[in-house]
């Protein structure tokens, strides 16, 4: 097969200066496109590989791929290529489906694919297949090979798309950030520019085209989103810290690690039970090393759910909604939920069960759990020989895990014999060595290893996210959890939850027992920090912190039965700005609604200064976007020219006679292209004034100003007050006849 045609008058030179002579502009634009593109799907399907593992074998598909496209595009027709690409996605999609674990492949059924698919397209991310890594390596060749290997055929335009199809993807998963996805907008713009130019030789003469359109993708892509958001999260964020609970609990499928939060006081839901428990609302199972994603489909509930495999007890609750509820808190382990809320929920598989929609205020429902009811003991004799299930999800840690957390693990959990106590030492290594803190700046890099050795102090998502970290790098599997803490007592047996309650621990996972809770966060300070926000928020006057007829006695029960993982259970809940010491005191206690200077209060206000603060990075680098494609857009369709023209008859500069008479005429034809048309090919300047100026303009001024051009251009010239006669003549049509010096006249 011939290798693709060159352009006539592409050099045929051989060696270094031939090969320079064939790199023109149209190809470097090309690649400079098509590279930036490919770097943008890749590095997202290369950070799921570095998550799950694998990263190794996903660079050498990509680099077999890239190889393999460029000598294919010298032999292959087109025809022939496709049909690659074609045997690279079957090849890559029975992979996948190979590696899957048992337990999948038996739900595996093509509704189930298609039901994938469309997830995939309508914002699953990626992160949330069981099997991540090894899809990511089997799709990333296909669009690297089919994009290269047009791009070395010159057919850039489809090479964009073969590409531009792989970023789609990313994007639509939410797995490509908007910094990401614009780098690869624009290297597909590029790319389409190039092809553009090559097919019809017009270079970048379009520049401003391309300038409207990336920046169209800018705006837009900071502005919408694929994905409303749910009836309890709004679309359009708080201005200040988001709560505990948006970070947490409503966090769906994806928890992901910022920086300061704050507490809510507001009540969300009451429980009637006769023990208080966590009220649980989901797990995660996969670290991607910002955050947490839950792997896996949610099926839908029908019936009593199977229980823990070992000893437990029955625990009973009626939950009853006091705001929009999205989720199902429950004690752990929910089997059962009783009223119209069963009828359309679903469990994940991590054993949580959702509801089908959000619970409207005032609503109830039942749920049974039951609870593992083993002791420390039958903890240490539990053994180390878990399920598959548990070690494929329950292991995982990112390939850029540091070595200086495993180590720094390996020594907490020092001669621990059992994985319970293991998990103990952990437990009490980071309640001891760590301050409890809401106002923290936001991480950089991995959580466990910024708040290992760069933090003194953080919250519960950052103490559960350690624990988990370094457990799992010690082989003892566990997972991160979210929910509430009980609340507080407000009758026998019954319960109010608050925003303020929110809360993420540790699950630990012991054979024969099931998930075990730990709590690494330091519960000390709990009781008076929330009597502190509780207080705050009532001399506020504040009406949604408390339900009426209760005694409003603003104390939380701790969960202390002495059972293990559950030591004083409760989170230390502090207001922001008040750091809590591992031994449970404050240093720092803002007096009762006097929140500290510069800390966020619940409303989103702010103590301190009254200066509104300035829009964030990202704001005003949306806003610069949109001037540019507003300048670039205006500067298309000739408002840039017509108005900088307008701005420039206004005054003008003397200089010598003819110069002045041929300005004051161009003047005048600025004012004349604005008010009516442009001048014509061919039509003589003489010709121009007297078809537009005609009862406009006194049209023996205009003739005299017309001749004296004539005579300056292309006759003997003009003397100085000839030259003043022409200025003034058109300084006069122009305060008559312009907007912008009538309204300032």
Known sequence: ???PERRSGSPDGAGLPGLLGRIDGDRALATAGLAALTWTYVSVLLGVTNVVGGSLRFVAAVAVALGFAVVAGRVLSVRVAVGVAAVFVVAGFSGYILTLPASQLQLLTPARILNDTIALVTGLSILRLVGAGTWATAIV???VFLSWYLAVRRRYGAAAAAGGSALLLVVLTGDADGATALVGALGATLAAAAATADRHGTGLGQADVLTVVVATMIVASATLSVVPGAATSPVLPDRNSPTVEASLVEADDRVEVVGSIRL?????????????????TASYDRYTGEGWVRTGDA??????????????????QRVTAADPLSVLPAAWQPVAVTDNVGSDATVTPQGNVRPGRSLRPGETYGVTSRVPNATAADLRRAGTDYPDRVTET??????????RVRDRSADVAGDAETPYDTAVAVERYLEAQ?????????PSGGIADTFLFEREAGYCTYYATTMVVMLRSQGVPARFATGYTPGEAVGDDERVVRGLNSHAWVEVYFPDVGWVRFDPTPAGPRETAETARLTEARQSGATDIDIPGTNGSATTPSVSDGRPGEIDVSEGVTPVGVNVSSNGSTNTTPSAGTPDAGATTDDGGAGGSPLPSLPSTRTLLVGVAALVGVTAGAYRTGAVGRAAGLLGVQFQRRRDPDTDAVRAYRRLAVL?????????????????????????FDSDDVRRMVTLYERAR???????????????TVDRLVRSSTPVVRRFR
């Open 434 to 442: 760590k301050e409890y803190s809401l106002s923290v700046p936001a």
């Open 714 to 728: 292309y006759g003997d010239g003009v003397d100085s007050e000839e030259a003043n006669e022409a200025v003034a």
């Open 394 to 403: 329950s292991l995982q840690l990112p390939e850029r895990t540091t070595d």
């Open 299 to 316: 099926r839908p509930y029908r019936g009593e759910l199977a229980g823990p495999p070992g000893e437990t007890r029955t625990l009973r």
């Open 141 to 143: 060749p296909t669009p």
């Open 672 to 696: 004349l292209e604005h008010r009516y048309r442009p001048r014509r090919p061919g039509e003589t300047p003489r010709a121009y004034v007297d078809s537009v100026a005609v009862g406009l």
């Open 1 to 3: 097969m011939s290798p």
């Open 264 to 280: 809510s006081p507001s009540v969300r839901f009451t429980v009637e039970s006769d023990d208080a428990s966590y009220w649980q």
